[in-house]
């Protein structure tokens, strides 16, 4: 009963660089969140996405930050010309539905580090 | 807008002593509200959480947390501490009824440390 897979764990990019990274939901989980960590600090919400759908990207960068779930495959949390601030914690957590009976369950996170 | 306060960037107990965390929160709505734990390298596991009805709420690993709205508090505790406890530790409240999904806010976190 696999949890939620994010890949890759470790992600090293160039200033510049484009970043992707990904997430596989838990099995039956159409609802995903993405939350960034920066150093010391508590995780910040960033996206809410069920299937094919962005429902709220209140938190997340309004420029080179985008993010999709299709109707097949993982989730992707993509930046585009990456700077030394976006060096963070990416996790993604799913859940069955979208009311807090039904808990978040969080992946293990991609470290991204710009050089 | 919500936000949540944890007191105490590290606390520090002996194996067997109690472990209290303090988290309060700010909510203009009635909230929901939970406890996470971090180890290193891994993703957040949570603990317990508090939505409506018993005020005090228990968890995995022996730990509990008791929801106080006088004192817009909800802290953590467990009454003896293993060295496996060692971790960070998040707070976080969600305003599901107003924003209409779990829309997480969290603490900056509380790192225990456990010593024999």
């Known amino acids: 009963n696999a949890g939620v897979m994010q890949n890759p764990r470790h992600l090293v990019r160039r200033r510049g660089q484009e970043a992707r990274l990904r997430c596989s939901p838990m099995?039956?989980?159409?609802?995903v969140y993405w939350y960034r960590q920066l150093p010391e600090e508590g995780l910040k919400f960033m996206v809410y996405?069920?299937?094919?759908?962005?429902?709220?990207e209140s938190g997340m960068p309004k420029e080179r930050f985008s993010a999709e779930f299709p109707k097949e495959g993982p989730s992707i949390l993509r930046i585009q010309q990456v700077v030394r601030g976006d060096s963070a914690a990416y996790f993604c957590?799913?859940?069955?539905?979208?009311?807090?009976?039904?808990?978040?369950?969080f992946g293990d996170g991609t470290r991204l580090s710009i050089l | 807008a919500q936000s949540v306060t944890q007191l105490g960037s590290h606390v520090s107990v002996s194996e067997g002593a109690l472990v209290l965390l303090r988290c309060n929160y700010s909510?203009?709505?009635?909230?929901?509200l939970f406890w996470y734990v971090q180890y290193p390298n891994q993703g957040l596991q949570l603990l317990l959480k508090?939505?409506?009805?018993?005020?005090l709420v228990k968890g995995i690993n022996g730990f509990e947390a008791e929801f106080k709205k006088s004192e817009t508090s909800f802290h953590l505790t467990k009454p003896s501490a293993h060295m496996s406890d060692a971790a960070e530790y998040f707070c976080?409240?969600?305003?599901?009824?107003?924003?209409?999904?779990?829309?997480?806010?969290f603490g900056t976190g509380t790192r225990l440390l456990v010593s024999p």
């Open positions: 099995k039956g989980h159409s609802h």
């Open positions: 909510s203009s709505v009635p909230p929901y």
């Open positions: 976080a409240v969600s305003d599901g009824e107003n924003t209409g999904f779990q829309k997480l806010v």
């Open positions: 508090y939505t409506t009805g018993a005020t």
């Open positions: 996405l069920q299937k094919e759908n962005i429902i709220d």
């Open positions: 957590a799913s859940s069955l539905g979208r009311t807090s009976n039904q808990p978040q369950h």
